[in-house]
T-cell receptor, first 113, second 114 residues
């Protein structure tokens, strides 16, 4: 049973376009939703995260939108650049629950020049 | 700034062989984790250690054992490797504070079992 479902599996965007990745979760006890970025041959690294008391969080070109009632959250990358080409993972966890991250399956993003 | 260091980076094993994956962190983090990454499945938690001296099972613990040797080191052992354990293994650590839950990952160990 996949607790965090992520889509699409892969995404191709032109430079300057908007990349959108969606995730849905099952467990209403989750209260911390990070996005991790992974480049080939590297480990994942935290990109941006949100807690369910806000509906949106923005850091530079990266924005998380959160819909608590629908149990969905999404990552928007504005003005996508070739350097954004990577695999993106959404995740969820329960604060104080030993930070056991439950990951989505990942989205491979390719930004073409 | 080493962060989380994993050794080895690559390994090929024959079915039935054993090996230990090593992980060390220099950030004084309480919690450490082992994940495996497989295509189309994201990262799945194998074992975790909330603090020195404690370990617990994650989502996919079968076929693995772990040891939290001290606060810095957390090793993962495959006693009898199987082809299904071919994967990329990541170690991670975190501070484990209520409002600070960022996990830092190592660069991974690519394991192939033939």
């Amino acid at each position: 049973q996949q607790q965090v479902k992520q889509s699409p599996q892969s995404l191709i965007v032109q430079k300057g376009g908007i990349s959108i990745i969606n995730c849905a979760y099952e467990n209403t006890a989750f209260d911390y939703f990070p996005w991790y970025q992974q480049f080939p041959g590297k480990g994942p690294a935290l990109l941006i995260a949100i807690r369910p008391d806000v509906s949106e969080k923005k850091e530079g070109r990266f924005t998380i939108s959160f819909n608590k009632s629908a149990k969905q959250f999404s990552l928007h990358i504005m003005d996508s650049q070739p350097g954004d080409s990577a695999t993106y993972f959404c995740a969820a966890t329960i604060s104080g629950g030993y930070n056991k991250l439950i990951f989505g399956a990942g989205t491979r993003l390719a930004v073409h020049p | 700034n080493a962060g989380v260091t994993q050794t080895p980076k690559f390994q090929v094993l024959k079915t039935g062989q054993s090996m230990t994956l090593q992980c060390a962190q220099d950030m004084n983090h309480n919690s450490m984790y082992w994940y495996r990454q497989d295509p189309g499945m994201g990262l799945r938690l194998i074992y975790y250690s909330a603090s020195e001296g404690t370990t617990d099972k994650g989502e996919v613990p079968n076929g693995y054992n772990v040891s939290r040797l001290n606060k810095r080191e957390f090793s993962l052992r495959l006693e009898s490797a199987a082809p299904s354990q071919t994967s990329v293994y990541f170690c991670a650590s975190s501070v484990q504070q209520q409002m600070n839950t960022e996990a830092f990952f190592g660069q991974g160990t690519r394991l192939t079992v033939v």
